[in-house]
Nanobody, 127 residues
Framework: QVELVESGGGSVQAGGSLRLSCAASGRTFSMYGMGWFRQAPGKERVFVAAIRWSGASSYYADSVKGRFTISRDNAKNTAYLQMNSLKTEDTAVYFC????????????????????WGQGTQVTVSS
């Protein structure tokens, strides 16, 4: 069992930056691939970014590529999402998810491929 807690959300003007954190407790953090998804009001949850257990590889949605950076610190059991050049369309609740590497193939951009989720943190970008 893994518990995930997101933090770092808030309100910011367009062009600004925020850094989200996802703190994990429970099993060995390095066993999990980590992903960030977001859900805007009235819309489905969509993939934002993901990072493999070692941190060697990361993946991004086209909409955030070049603006967002996902990282992880396995010693601190924490994953991060650095968000720069924020746009109003980035407004959403952001969720982190964890995928147990021992469970086989991980489709990093599909929510159903994740085993655990945090409660989400709100990001609001105003013009």
């Amino acid at each position: 069992q893994v518990e995930l807690v997101e933090s770092g959300g808030g309100s910011v003007q367009a062009g600004g930056s925020l850094r989200l954190s996802c703190a994990a407790s429970g099993r060995t953090f390095s066993m999990y691939g980590m992903g960030w998804f977001r859900q805007a009001p009235g819309k489905e949850r969509v993939f934002v970014a993901a990072i493999r257990w070692s941190g060697a590889s990361s993946y991004y949605a086209d909409s955030v590529k070049g603006r967002f950076t996902i990282s992880r610190d396995n010693a601190k059991n924490t994953a991060y999402l650095q968000m720069n050049s924020l746009k109003t369309e980035d407004t959403a609740v952001y969720f982190c998810g964890a995928r147990d590497r021992s469970l086989g193939m991980w489709i990093f951009n599909q929510g159903q491929s994740y085993d655990y989720w945090g409660q989400g943190t709100q990001v609001t970008v105003s013009s």
